[in-house]
Structures are given as C-alpha cells and as structure tokens.
C-alpha cells in the first residue's frame, strides 16, 4: 500500500434531486464560500450537503449519499506525498523507463524495441506503443502494401494512457513493494481485463474530482523519483484512455485491420481460450488458406518491454504463416537424434520436452520446426536458449544474491520454467497446426488440447529440481531424517497386533490398508495375511509413497526441511525406478559417511544422535520379507496426496488385478495390501479402485443396487452423497450413469467402514472440507481449503469414470487401457468440460469459486509442491553473518558461516532479539556493545537455531 497508508470515507455518487430545504447554517455558510473560480464558465458553490455546479447558465444539484467503501491513501517512499491508491494499493507509473528501449525505436517510432522476424515473415513485435507510435506502425504497413493488418496486445496487466503534451502515454498500477514489476492478473480474460481498466480509470476520475485542482498523481521515475510525482489535470473521463479505445481508435477506420486482444502471463503461456481468439481471428483471413495466394497478412504483437511474451507470440505467428507459406529449408532437415545419456540443452533437449516429444506423432520434426522458427525471432530473446542460459546461472551460484529483490536462485528457477512451459506450448501448437491447418483450424486448440490429457499430466510434473538434489543434503545437515512414526498416527491401534499403523481391511474384500511398515511390521502383516486362518494364497503389496523413505535399524525414516519438520518432501510426477534409485542413492551416503546423525523421533521434539548400522530401501526390505515369505509380490506406485491417480495407475492396478487367480472365490483369494505415509489419503483411494475392479470380476454385492441403499436424513445430505451439480451433470451423459456412481458410492461406504475413527470418508471429505471455507480466519487459509475440497471433488468424478470403463470393457477383459477409454469416450460425454469447469458455484451461488484452480491446467500444474529452495538468501542471514563477523573478526565468507552455522528461521512473537539460545547451549555470542540486529526493514520476526554446530566465543 505504501508508507504511511490511510483510509478515508467519500461521499459517494452524486444523486440529482428535485428540491431542498437550506438550513440557514448552510446558507451562512455558502455565503463564506461564495462562487469558488474554477475555470471559464463554470463555478461551484461549496456548502454542507453538496457542490451546487454552475455550468454555462445552468445548475446542476447534487447531494451527498453515504457511501461505506473504504479509500486508502499512501505514499510512495518517505517524504513524498500521501494521495489516493488504485484499487485500494496501487500507485500509478509510466510504462517506459530508462534502458526499456534496447534497439532504440522510440525516437522514431515512439515505441521501444520494434522488430520484425528474419526470413521474410510480416510479424512484428514491440514494447508499448504510445498514440503516436501506434499511429507510425499502422502507416508503415499501410505504406509496406499489407491490406490485413492483426495487432495483440499480450499484456495480462491493466494498462490507462493519459495525454502529455502531443502524446498520450500508458501508464500502469503498481505496488509500493514492487514498483519495477506489473501487478499479476493470472486467469484474466481479455473481457475482464478491458472491465478492470475501465474500474480504474473510474476510480482515478472520481479522485480527482476529490481533490481542489481535479489533480491525480503520477509518476514516471521510480528509481530516482526525480520531478516526481507528476500531477495530471483531470476533469473528464475521455482524458484517460483505456486499451481497447486506443487501439480500435486507429486499427478500425483502417479495413482489413483489427485489434486483438491476449492476455499472456507473465509466467506462463496462454490460457488455451485466448489462444482459440487467436485462431478465430486467423479464419477472418480466408486468404490464409488459399495455396494459390501468395499474400500474407502482417501480425504485430505488443508486451509491455516487447521481449518476453512479445517473442512468444512472434514464435506464434511465424508457426501460422509457415504452415501457409512452407517452412525454412533448415526445418525440413532430418531432427537431430537425442542422446539420452547426454542430452544437448542447447538444443532444447530437456527432460519433459523429450517425453513430450514421444508422445507427439513425428515429435522430433515438429520441435526442429519450433526450433528454426523461433531462432527466426531471436533478436532480444531466444526463447530456447534462455532456458539453458538461465539453468547455468542457477547452477552457477555459489553464494545466492538479489535480483528485484528475490533469490537470484529463486528468479532463475522461475524464469527457466516460465520458458520451458512456453517452449513446451509451442511445440504442442505446432502439433495442432500440423493437424488442423490442413482443415482451416476447424477444432479450436482447446477441444484438441482436452482431448489429450496427457499433456497437462507432463506440464504438472515440469519441475524436476527436487528430483536432482544431492544426498548430501542430509550428512551435511541441511535437511534432517524424520521418523515416520509419531504420537497420535495409529488411530486404528492396530501397531499391538501387527507392528503397523492403521492396518485394517475393506469388509467383503481381500482389499487391505495400512501407514508405511518397517521391517518387523511387514513380516508381521504377510504372516497374518498367509497363515491358515486368512489363507490367502499371494499377497500384493502396492507402495503409493512418492517420498525417499528409508528403513533405519528397523524403522523408517524419510527426509525433510527443518523449516517444515511435519511435511514430507514430494517427488510428483516421479517414477517407481527413479525413486528407488533416489533411495539407492541415499542409502549409500548415509553408510559411506560413518558419522552420527541427527534426527528426529517426534518433530516436536529436541533432534536425538543416532548411528545406523543397518539401511535398507524400502524394495530391499521387500526383497528380504520375499525370500521369507514367497507368496510376497511387491509394487511401487508413488500416487499424489488428496489427488486422483493417474490414467496410467488406474492401467497399473487394471493389469495386475485382472489376470489374477482364485479371484472369483469369497474372502480367500489373492490379497491386496496398500500403503502410503499414514494409511489414509491415497490408501483409501486404491483401495476403492482395487474393491471395484475386484467386484466387476466377481460379482457387486448386496447393497449396490436401486432401493438397497439406507436413508440418510442429514442436513445437506445430497452433498454428503456427493450428488453435486457438476457431478449429476456428467452422471446423465454416462451409460446407466447412476448405478455406475452407486457402485462407487458402495464401495466409498465400504472403505469407510473400518476407519471410522480416522473421520476419513473419501466422498464425504469434498463437502465437509468445502464448509471448512467458510469458517477459515484467513484467506491463505480459505484458498487452500477451496483447492483441497476441488481436488477431492475431481478425484471422486475420476472414480466415476473408472467405473464406467470398468462397465463398457469388461467384455474384452479391459484389454483397451484406461488411459486410451478416457481419451476417446472421453470426448463423447465431455469429460474435459467437466474437468475443466469444477467448482461448487451452481450449489453454492454465493461461493466465489476456486478461480483458475477450476481449470484442469492450472489444477494440475499447481500439484507441485512448493519446497523451500535450497541456498535461498535471506536478508536476515546477512544480517546476522555481519555482525558475527565484526564480533568475532573470522575471516569465513557467507557459504562457508552458512555450513557451519546452518541457520533456520522460526515465527516468534517478538522481534526484539536477546543473545541466541537453543535450550541452554548459546548459538552466537551477543555483545552488549553490539546493537540488537533491528528488524525495522526485516519483513518476518524470528528466531535463530541451529542445525549442526554451537557456535562458541
């Protein structure tokens, strides 16, 4: 908001009235303030109720009505004045900068960064133009001979020209804490972003009109705020411009000419409904699709610096025109092969990159196309190569810094991933393009994105930077072994009798669950599970866990952050190899380094030392309970927590269940035994997919049918029963829809059953985590809430699924997979306009909906779980290295006090900092003469403790 922000009440709109009584202490005191001048023709009386204007021998009466929004002022910086805020945060700054304007085309073309791609292609790309540079570039193509005409905007962010002097120049809100960077509108439509500008430009007239001189601040410095802040004479509304009215000021009287609007992220690619306006502006062209005619129209698209997402979108049109025109000859050359081993980043050649091109018919040609394409529209970015440019940078760091005030790792990272996606939707449009152009763009991008879900599985898993960290991390002491056991896990108490956590059994089904075993636990659950009374001939064992987990001298351990001791560290999208090599790989560095550890039994608790003579990974403990017990077969499936599995888990557990023998008997056939950390998320989940396959070969028991179900008269019981909106709707499109939700329903109840302790119900938890939203004190809070109960909705709809696949392919013993069905029926019952629209806000009119989270994209791309990235520079840890350092004269640099000190910072309530205990053992000596480090400038209060070495004076 600034420094300094306050809030004040307005009046409110002006209403027009009729007539008024004058109180005569309101005539006394319009006749203090008599007819204040405010320009030619026009005066205002002041008085009590309300301005009385006198414009040109007229009156016009207005009154005051309350009004309870609130206001906010701030300012800038210290010593700058204090004014009104945009939306309630925003300071309003000018667009161009020093140094925006890297290949100097604003002195002649008012706008920064103007230009076109090799090879021939009309595509143009620039930053911001102001009028009079949009004015130029429409003359030069007139002038060029170009008779269709396209300018994009990319811009996701709202953008208000204002006149200054012969031009009128963009300006754009801000932050007070991030002034150099535009505001985010993740998820806007190129609709809602036309509406916020409009919002704006209300709110900065109505300001105004507050103010004696209809004066709003500006500025156009932020670095020097030199001459700043400029004040703007407002007075009408046709004096701010938003974006739509400049462009189509000038793009309209021109034929053949349009504006197009496409609101990029900054950190991301286009939401796949702009980029079907994109196609549909591509069909106003019909030229585009005639062999015969060689024209071609020009594209101009416009960023805010014109680099990033203006190249994107360069890359774009180039695509288009190359399917008309034919591509490069360098195109057409046969694709380099990929060396697995050794893959060459320079050209592109990254992990989900080369999955996806396995995926895509004629992969490798398709990206060589990209490739050459965007090497066309390289001259202030190579969208490829800055991604390997940017990886060395984040390897490269030794000691971390700040750039724009972030993590130079952190920027890095991000920056990588925001080109690899758009590198990554490159490709798949190209692939589209192959595809489509031949019939004039028929299937909008979206239909044909959706109908390969497959993608947006690869994008979800796009990080692979956590799968790359060293074991060392843990003998160095930067993360710490934690117990997986802990006070309050079996609920079920079931560790008296089997040595395991929440061991219980689906009733009617060989289907069993249970927390994460140790060595004793497991040889425990296999004898029972083998022994006469149970009687089971094999027993399955299906791991779900897709965390590093160790089996230490009898119990299990798995690494974690000391900033987060409670939260195990995920590998999403990892694969049952990669993760057992992780485990190999851990393994072994904890045995070559003989040195105690220290670990944690309760994360509560005070760590403990421990010298591990025995190791084993979770396979060799397997392995070993194998050679004791041969009816043992084991599975790893590492499976997401509170997600859906996978269209390729469901096909795993398919192909293992589905041949098995002696299924068809009662209760003594084959045993399924799933795990994951406590027994209860993703166990409940397989354990349902396992019951209804189990039950479509031997038969659905009693209770699965019309009439045989019990009432439940609850409140909101419809939504306890899962019968919400979006869920009925895609019920009806289903074959015998709703006995294929009963049936899945049945077996919900059935998991349900034995772990009634647990409060666990894998249907009921979408609406009792749904309510949770309404009571959440935080907003942090609530939209975590909203994604969890969106992802257990999802998860329940793929179960729905499921089983109707279960129902159309029993016939042919499943032998089409899963994840084939879901792409082909898929299509029919509109699965993906399903999964792409969840929310609860047919059920729920008031709820305000989950926002982008409803798309499947944005769903799955935001699994990934945010880890604290490791070397991350903090303001306080230079903080207390330089005062360690004046104390102590130690000449250690920054990297090497971190490995001895490996400080961690925890939420305490006060900021005012006495010398640093842990326990009784003081970490850093603390003179009296040495002020207390101030936490003025310090964003989070905190306290110090350390993770390997007291420090000692």
């Known amino acids: 908001m600034g420094t300094g922000a306050s809030t004040s009440t307005p009046a409110g709109s002006p209403e027009p009235v009729v007539s008024r009584k004058i109180s005569p202490k309101t005539q006394e005191h319009n006749q203090k303030n008599h007819f204040k001048q405010q320009d030619k023709g026009k005066n205002v009386i002041m008085n009590e109720v309300a301005p009385i204007i006198i414009k040109d021998n007229l009156e016009e009466y207005q009154c005051a009505a309350p009004s309870k929004k609130t206001i906010a002022k701030g300012r800038i910086k210290e010593g700058m004045p204090e004014h009104h805020l945009v939306q309630g945060k925003y300071f309003m700054v000018k667009d161009h900068f020093h140094g925006i304007d890297e290949l100097n085309t604003i002195k002649r073309f008012s706008t920064p960064n103007l230009h076109r791609a090799h090879g021939g292609y009309p595509i143009y790309g620039m930053g911001q133009p102001t009028k009079e540079g949009l004015q130029q570039i429409l003359d030069m193509l007139l002038d060029d001979g170009y008779s269709d005409i396209v300018i994009c905007n990319v811009r996701e962010e709202p953008v208000i020209f204002i006149q200054d002097k012969d031009d009128i120049i963009p300006y754009t809100p801000r932050e007070a804490d991030n002034l150099g960077e535009n505001i985010s509108t993740e998820g ?35 670095d020097d705020f030199a001459d700043d802040p400029h004040m703007y004479h407002i007075e009408y509304e046709e004096e701010l411009t938003v974006v739509e009215e400049m462009y189509c000021r000038y793009t309209i009287p021109v034929p053949g000419a349009q504006y197009l609007r496409l609101p990029m992220p900054t950190e991301g690619f286009l939401e796949e409904r702009d980029v079907d306006l994109f196609i549909d502006t591509l069909k106003e062209y019909p030229r585009l699709f005639e062999k015969d005619d060689p024209s071609l129209p020009a594209f101009v698209f416009n960023g805010h610096v014109g680099v990033c997402r203006t190249t994107v979108g360069m890359v774009m049109g180039c695509l288009v025109l190359s399917h008309k025109r034919g591509f490069p000859q360098d195109a057409l050359k046969p694709p380099y092969p990929i060396n697995e081993r050794s893959p060459n980043f320079e050209r592109g050649e990254f992990n989900i990159i080369k999955k996806l091109l396995d995926y895509l018919p004629n992969g490798s040609q398709i990206k060589q196309e990209v490739d050459v394409v965007i090497d066309l529209c390289c001259d202030l970015e190579n969208l490829r190569t800055e991604i390997t440019e940017c990886k060395k940078k984040l390897e490269g760091i030794k000691e971390d810094y700040e750039i724009d005030g972030y993590s130079a790792k952190e920027y890095f990272q991000k920056r990588a991933l925001t080109h690899l996606e758009r590198y990554f939707y490159l490709i798949v449009f190209n692939a589209y393009l192959h595809e489509q152009y031949p019939l004039t763009l028929t299937q909008p991008f979206s239909s044909w994105v959706y109908k390969r879900p497959y993608l947006y599985r690869l994008l979800s898993n796009i990080d692979i930077s956590e799968r790359k960290t060293s074991p060392e991390l843990i003998t160095k002491g930067v993360r710490y072994m934690v117990a997986d056991d802990y006070i309050g896990l079996d609920v079920l108490s079931s560790t008296r009798e089997v040595k395991v956590s929440n061991f219980r059994k689906c009733p009617g089904l060989n289907v069993y669950g249970m927390a994460q ?43 974690r952050e000391p900033s987060n001791l409670t939260e195990n560290i995920n590998l999403s999208g990892i694969d049952a190899k990669e993760l057992e090599r992780k485990e190999a790989l851990l393994k072994t560095e904890l045995l070559k380094t003989k040195k105690t550890l220290q670990v944690y039994q309760e994360t509560n608790q005070a760590r403990e030392p421990k010298d591990f003579s025995s190791i084993l990974t979770i396979r ?32 795993l557990l398919v192909s293992v269940i589905k041949d098995l023998d002696e299924i068809h008997t009662d209760e003594d056939g084959p045993a399924l035994i799933f795990n994951c950390h406590d027994g209860k998320d993703r166990t409940t989940t397989a354990m349902a997919i396992a019951g209804l396959i189990m039950w479509h070969k031997k038969g659905f028991p009693v209770g699965c049918k019309l009439g045989e179900q019990e009432h439940v008269s609850l409140p909101n019981a419809e939504y306890t029963k899962g019968e919400f909106t979006i869920v009925q709707k895609l019920v009806r499109r289903l074959p015998n829809g709703t006995q294929v939700k009963r049936e899945v329903d049945f077996i919900l109840d059935k998991c349900s059953e034995t772990m009634t302790p647990m409060h666990y119900h894998a249907r009921e938890v979408i609406f009792s985590t749904y309510n949770k939203v309404k009571t959440a004190k935080t907003e942090e809070d609530k939209a975590l809430f909203r994604r969890q109960s969106i992802y257990y909705l999802e998860r329940y709809i793929y179960l729905i699924l499921f089983n109707t696949y279960l129902h159309m392919e029993r016939i042919d013993n499943w032998e089409k997979p899963f994840t084939h069905w879901v792409e082909e029926f898929g299509k029919k019952v509109k699965m993906y306009e399903v999964l792409d629209n969840l929310s609860f806000s047919a059920d729920f009119p008031e709820d305000e909906g989950p926002g982008r989270f409803s798309r499947v994209r944005w769903r799955w791309l935001l699994k990934r779980q945010r880890l604290v990235f490791r070397g991350r520079l903090s303001e306080i840890n230079h903080t207390i290295y330089k005062y360690w350092i004046s104390f102590t004269s130690n000449s250690l640099n920054f990297c090497d006090w971190l490995d001895l000190c490996h400080v961690t910072f925890k939420h305490v309530k006060s900021c005012d900092l006495q010398p640093l205990f842990v326990g009784s053992d003081v970490v850093i000596p603390w003179k009296p003469a040495i002020p207390r480090i101030n936490c003025v400038n310090i964003t989070t209060t905190f306290q110090i403790v350390t993770l390997q070495e007291k420090i000692s004076s």
């Open 620 to 651: 060799e403990m397997c392995e070993h309970q194998m050679k004791q017990t041969p009816q043992l077969r084991y599975y790893r499936m590492p499976m997401q927590e509170e997600c859906s599995a996978t269209e390729e888990q469901y096909d």
């Open 517 to 559: 075993p140790c060595r004793e636990g497991l040889s425990r659950v296999v004898q029972t599970l083998v022994d006469k009374k149970h009687g089971h001939p094999i027993v399955i064992l299906f791991n779900l866990r897709e965390d590093v987990v160790l089996d230490c001298d009898g119990e299990t351990f798995t690494p």
């Open 188 to 222: 806007i439509t190129a609709h809602e972003i036309g509406d916020l500008e409009i919002t704006i430009r209300k709110e900065i007239l109505e300001f105004a009109t507050r103010e004696e001189n209809n004066q709003f601040y500006f500025y156009d410095d932020i």
